[in-house]
């Protein structure tokens, strides 16, 4: 299995530009995740999938942030308009229903807005 | 809400034992993990303990389970430069599906 794949691994955007970050979560894995790394506040979940269907989107940090997961082997999240303390870089992760399965991360994608 | 607490820094000379603490508030949790983030790359589950346990070790691996003081540590045996990254601590709730991470501690391996 390939693992999590997201793309792109690098995006740099300006500031007011819509920005979409996808992510192709392991076959089989019912649950998706979507995280967001920074030096100063660490990893913080914004927003979980469970079956294709959003669960808590508490972490979502404003309006301007959406994620879609139209079908059980794709999800996207959307910024728009984007700003440059969005700047972060963004993980996917995916696990299957049972608590002791590991959560599988991707490789990231570093947004920078300027 | 939940929290999990880590050191930023720890620094240890190659081939001594590194000891990682985490402290978490939720007294619900269920599972507690370790991972391991590499320069560039995403975490990888190290390992985990339920929180049943007291201990739980693999090959250079120990993790110790406090469930009183809701504290967590994974001690590395003969630490190796191959070690240096962040490492993770975070736990899960009965009543959840998420995980909450730790701040992360960046683990520097020096010769």
């Known amino acids: 299995d390939a693992g999590v794949i997201q793309s792109p691994r690098h995006e740099v955007t300006e500031m007011g530009q819509e920005v979409t970050l996808r992510c192709k979560p392991i076959s089989g894995h019912d649950y998706l995740f979507w995280y967001r790394q920074t030096m100063m506040r660490g990893l913080e979940l914004l927003i979980y999938f469970n079956n294709n269907v959003p669960i808590d989107d508490s972490g979502m940090p404003e309006d301007r942030f959406s994620a879609k997961m139209p079908n059980a082997s794709f999800s996207t999240l959307k910024i728009q308009p984007s700003e440059p303390r969005d700047s972060a870089v963004y993980f996917c992760?995916?696990?299957?229903?049972?608590?002791?399965?590991?959560?599988?991360f991707g490789n990231g994608t570093r947004l920078t807005v300027t | 809400g939940e929290d999990v607490e880590q050191s930023l820094f720890l620094s240890v000379r190659e081939g001594d034992s590194s000891v990682i603490n985490c402290t978490y508030t939720d007294s619900s949790s269920t599972y507690l993990y370790w991972y391991k983030q590499e320069p560039g790359a995403g975490l990888q589950l190290l390992t985990y303990?339920?929180?049943?346990?007291d201990m739980k070790q693999d090959q250079r691996l120990t993790v110790l389970l406090n469930k009183k003081d809701k504290h967590l540590s994974l001690r590395i045996a003969d630490t190796q430069t191959g070690d240096s990254a962040i490492y993770f601590c975070?736990?899960?709730?009965?009543?959840?599906?998420?995980?909450?991470f730790g701040t992360g501690t960046r683990l520097q391996v020096f010769p």
């Open positions: 303990i339920f929180s049943n346990m």
């Open positions: 975070a736990e899960a709730s009965y009543n959840t599906d998420k995980l909450i």
């Open positions: 992760a995916s696990m299957t229903g049972t608590r002791r399965s590991p959560l599988h």
